[in-house]
């Protein structure tokens, strides 16, 4: 266990700008056509998916930077109460953004955008962030850790509108190291709150290892990245690098881990997409893992 050490909240602060400037050059590269198919994003077309991240966009910085406070309907107590509040608020927007041209909503995008690197820029990344991280099981999170989660909105809402555009998509540009890194370095922190019910024995070990060596894509593919869930008393803890002598092990490319954690993966594909060894009840917990409030 010697080379193991826990997971840290990701800087990702440098990461909005590219990551922005990737979808916009994206978006208006997109014929008409394509702002009406569909996406693996349930019900929601490619320009649902535009106006959500656009919506949530500025959400984030009417609450977080401005100090506005969200139009809750009722008294917010749990997580029940937090996911219904996020599941309107996003109804709300989409419908919202279907008044707008794809043209406004790109170039309204890119300025919003903009904003939200500036704002984050001016965070002290230690300091608790206003609202916790739900899908981490956390009461209180560092602005870090919660900037990390909004990098992880944009990343995925980003690849469901590449998947869903044929050649003009790419959706390999998400896929580097350098996008897909500090995602599901981020992501695996939902593991210990997706594990809080699971039994095992104390010193168990679950490894979550990344391997994308079957993905055709340019830059620095191919890469890998392993972390070790462990059972420690009544809990679970998150780590960095493998455990020797794994109790479990799930092996995928970053596109099935992406897809998994933040609910793109049918059921029925977990025995394809990954290569399993050790009990199934150990690693039943994992496959209902999510990284986004669903």
């Known amino acids: 266990m010697?080379?193991?050490?826990?997971v840290q909240d990701v800087d990702t602060v440098p990461l909005f700008t590219p990551l922005r400037t990737e979808l916009v050059a994206l978006l208006r590269s997109l014929a008409p056509a394509d702002w009406d198919a569909p996406t693996v994003a349930g019900a929601w077309r490619v320009r649902d998916v535009v106006a959500h991240l656009l919506d949530g966009e500025l959400r984030t910085l009417a609450a977080h930077r401005d100090g506005h406070a969200l139009a809750a309907d009722g008294t917010v107590h749990g997580y029940d109460d937090v996911l219904r509040l996020v599941h309107r608020l996003n109804a709300e927007g989409v419908v919202w953004g279907g008044?707008?041209?794809?043209?406004?909503?790109?170039?309204l995008l890119d300025v919003t955008g903009a904003w939200m690197s500036a704002f984050?820029?001016?965070?002290?990344?230690?300091?608790?962030?206003?609202?916790a991280v739900a899908w981490a099981g956390e009461a209180v999170s560092t602005n870090r850790f919660d900037t990390a989660r909004e990098y992880t909105e944009r990343w995925h809402h980003q690849m469901q509108i590449r998947l869903s555009t044929g050649e003009r998509g790419r959706p390999e540009t998400l896929l580097t190291e350098h996008f897909a890194a500090p995602l599901l370095e981020t992501a695996v922190r939902a593991l210990p709150h997706a594990y809080r019910e699971a039994t095992a024995a104390d010193g168990s070990t679950v490894i979550v290892s990344?391997?994308?060596t079957a993905v055709s894509a340019p830059a620095d593919l191919p890469w890998r990245?392993?972390?070790?869930?462990?059972?420690?008393?009544?809990?679970?803890?998150?780590?960095?690098?493998?455990?020797m002598e794994p109790t479990a092990r799930a092996t995928g490319s970053a596109d099935a881990w992406w897809r998994l954690l933040f609910n793109a993966l049918p059921?029925?594909?977990?025995?394809?997409a990954f290569l399993i060894q050790g009990p199934a009840e150990l690693l039943a917990p994992l496959w209902r893992a999510r990284s986004v409030m669903v």
């Open 2 to 6: 010697r080379d193991l050490h826990p």
């Open 99 to 107: 008044h707008a041209s794809p043209r406004l909503l790109t170039d």
């Open 120 to 131: 984050l820029a001016t965070l002290d990344p230690d300091a608790p962030a206003r609202f």
């Open 210 to 212: 990344v391997d994308s």
């Open 225 to 243: 990245r392993s972390w070790t869930l462990r059972r420690e008393g009544r809990g679970w803890g998150i780590y960095s690098g493998m455990a």
């Open 267 to 272: 059921p029925a594909d977990v025995a394809q």
